[in-house]
């Protein structure tokens, strides 16, 4: 088995700020994700990266930077948090044959 | 504009009830489709996948797919209070790495 780890846990930002986020996988898997919840909400894609080194936009990508220097790591920076956001950012990985992405326990942003 | 559309937004079943959900994606690309589950506070974990037009059956879930209409359906038999959780559809088309989800469907079983 693997895990996918995200750090923080939780990350209290304030207006203009960058922030970022990392997640990292012991899955070996090729391709990860980044993915936006807002409350009881579904997931909507921010990056995604095939392979290290490589990124692909989602459909939320504006606002965001991403890097993915390592096949075990992808990072995420909020450019310029927005005051009162707050989501749950979900990071996951797929590995290919068995079609199924594993998601980590996310993290929680708040902006003041 | 949300390319899967799930429905319907939230369902309420009593035990031992049945529960259909509904997803239906406009992306004529789109192959393949899953089902996560996701109780609250936790992370979606895959429930099931289903890939070729027809039936298929794990448990008390059965998902069904017709490709022709892009639509699969969760139906789970039995329903109990453990089953309440928000359920994602996801889908994605072959050879794509992009997986688009629905807004999904928030089941309550009450006991």
């Known amino acids: 088995g693997g895990i996918i780890t995200q750090t923080p846990k939780f990350l209290i930002g304030q207006e203009g700020q960058k922030l970022t986020l990392k997640c990292q996988q012991n899955f070996n898997h090729d391709t990860m994700y980044w993915y936006r919840q807002d409350s009881g909400k579904g997931l909507r894609l921010i990056y995604y990266?095939?392979?290290?080194?490589?990124?692909q936009k989602g459909d939320l990508s504006e606002g965001y930077d991403a890097s993915r220097e390592k096949k075990s790591s992808f990072s995420l920076t909020v450019t310029s948090a927005q005051k009162n956001e707050m989501a749950v950012f979900l990071c996951?990985?797929?590995?290919?044959?068995?079609?199924?992405?594993?998601f980590g326990a996310g993290t929680r942003l708040s902006v003041l | 504009q949300q390319k899967v559309q799930q429905s319907p937004e939230s369902l309420i079943v009593p035990e031992g009830g049945m529960a259909s959900l509904n997803c239906t994606s406009s992306?004529?690309?789109?192959?393949y489709f899953w089902w996560y589950r996701q109780h609250s506070g936790k992370s979606p974990k895959m429930l099931m996948s289903i890939f070729s037009n027809g039936e298929k059956e794990e448990g008390r879930f059965t998902v069904h797919l017709n490709k022709a209409s892009l639509h699969t359906s969760l139906h789970i038999r039995d329903s109990q209070p453990s089953d309440s959780a928000l359920y994602l559809c996801a889908a994605s088309g072959a050879g794509n790495y992009k997986y688009v989800f629905g807004a999904g469907t928030r089941l309550k079983v009450i006991a």
């Open positions: 996951a990985s797929n590995h290919r044959e068995q079609n199924t992405l594993y």
């Open positions: 992306d004529r690309n789109v192959d």
């Open positions: 990266s095939i392979t290290e080194n490589d990124l």
